[in-house]
């Protein structure tokens, strides 16, 4: 079979790398855990030895073969023949994920990890994204991704993967990330417009709050003048003059909640 590069078919090879997301799953037989993308179910094996079930999503049908052996061999393994981003996660019933992600899904699958009830997810991407969604204030990586990715998970950078692990070699680093979902540390009045603000902030990350702000009025359906105005009536409770990639997260949080109540007030 010629491994697809757009459905990112780089699978694994080296087992020390199967052997580490594994133990730092901390899985144990009570465990049902959810896998995206069954390749030739290197991962899968070795999930389905402790777990109690797997399910694992897979998009490409000409991994049959694959998916048949293994579940002749293992009773426990269920597959979705599906797209993962289409796949209703809430009808799968799981506690854990662990996944070498296709890494052209990275972003979308991520997000749509972190609207499910889970207790951690050990999940590969690729090196430089893992090191943004688990960047802190006033460092390189620090990111829109950062932000939101640790609104409601706790982020741990576990260690960097070499293309040597993988068959065929893929371009880039990859990295293993585990994810531990928990309740947002901040309150945001509306998620939504949340998200706004931080795209709208990081599209300048190294000017001022206030500046990136204005200069990305659009991003948050304001025009520059209310938006200005705005922003001098509420100049006593937020520091604008600091740099975006200098701002934590809870301080973003508040900055969207003063914004948000202000544009309500402009309705
Ligand atoms: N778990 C295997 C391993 O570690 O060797 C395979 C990992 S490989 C990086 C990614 C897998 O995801 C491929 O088998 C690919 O066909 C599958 N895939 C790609 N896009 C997908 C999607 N949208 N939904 C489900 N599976 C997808």
Same mark, same amino acid.
């Given at each position: ?69 293994? !579940? ?41 990890? %972190? ?65 531990? &979902? ?6 945001? &009045? ?40 705005? %922003? ?14 200098? !701002? ?20």
């Amino acid at each position: 079979m010629k491994k697809s590069k757009k459905l990112g078919q780089c699978f694994l090879k080296d087992k020390n790398f199967v052997k580490k997301a594994i133990n730092r799953a901390e899985l144990n037989d009570k465990d049902i855990v959810l896998e995206v993308g069954l390749g030739e179910g290197a991962l899968t094996k070795e999930l389905a030895k402790i777990a109690k079930k797997v399910y694992v999503i897979e998009l490409d049908e000409r991994l049959k073969p694959f998916a048949d052996e293994i !579940t002749a061999e293992f009773e426990n393994v269920e597959i979705i023949w599906s797209d993962a981003l289409k796949v209703d996660l809430k009808s799968i019933e799981f506690n854990k994920i662990v996944a070498n992600l296709p890494y052209q899904i990275s972003s979308p699958i991520t997000f749509k990890f %972190l609207e499910e009830d889970f207790e951690t997810a050990v999940l590969m991407y690729q090196y430089e994204f893992a090191k943004r969604m688990a960047g802190k204030p006033d460092t390189k990586e620090y990111s829109r991704l950062s932000v939101a990715v640790q609104y409601n998970a706790d982020v741990e950078f576990i260690c960097k993967v070499p293309p040597s692990a993988f068959s065929p070699k893929p371009d880039v680093n990859s990295a293993i990330v585990k994810l531990t &979902k928990r309740e947002p540390k901040y309150h945001v &009045k509306d998620e939504e417009f949340f998200k706004k603000v931080l795209k709208a902030m990081f599209q300048h990350r190294n000017r001022t709050v206030k500046r990136a702000l204005i200069d990305s009025s659009h991003e948050i359906e304001i025009d520059r003048d209310n938006l200005k105005e705005i %922003l001098e009536k509420i100049e006593n409770e937020f520091d604008f003059t600091e740099r975006v990639f200098k !701002t934590p997260p809870e301080k973003i949080g508040h900055l969207s909640n003063l914004l948000y109540g202000e544009m309500l007030n402009l309705e």
